[in-house]
């Protein structure tokens, strides 16, 4: 079993990927607000390499906060999973378009 992380800024796909989701036969994703790294540091300037990492992240607005879906999905569900997020997010490897990632999962209770 794997799972499966979606870290988006764009709140309005979430509804959506959680469809495709579904549709791909994907059952139990949960979806909590996050708030990135833009937005910790964008009021601290004691830190030493402040100014680099706010160069860094320049163009994210740091008041904006996304959302991060997470689902335990069967390994042989992954490619399903990954494609069902694709077909709502598009390329991911555009800036700030969002991180997908997955992580294995070493024992699970409560999914089916």
């Known amino acids: ?24 036969g994907i059952k139990g994703g949960t979806c909590i607000d996050s708030v990135g790294m833009a937005k910790s540091i964008s009021d601290m300037d004691n830190l030493p390499m402040i100014g680099v990492l706010r160069a860094m992240l320049k163009g994210e607005d740091p008041e904006q906060k996304g959302k991060t879906i997470f689902v335990v999905v ?27 990632f997955a992580v294995p999962v070493t024992f699970a209770e409560g999914i089916n």
């Open 1 to 24: 079993m794997q799972l499966i992380f979606v870290v988006i800024k764009r709140v309005e796909l979430v509804d959506e990927i959680m469809q495709a989701l579904a549709a791909a």
């Open 74 to 100: 069967h390994d042989d569900q992954i490619e399903a999973a990954r494609d069902a997020i694709h077909s709502v997010t598009g390329d991911l490897t555009k800036p700030n378009a969002g991180v997908l």
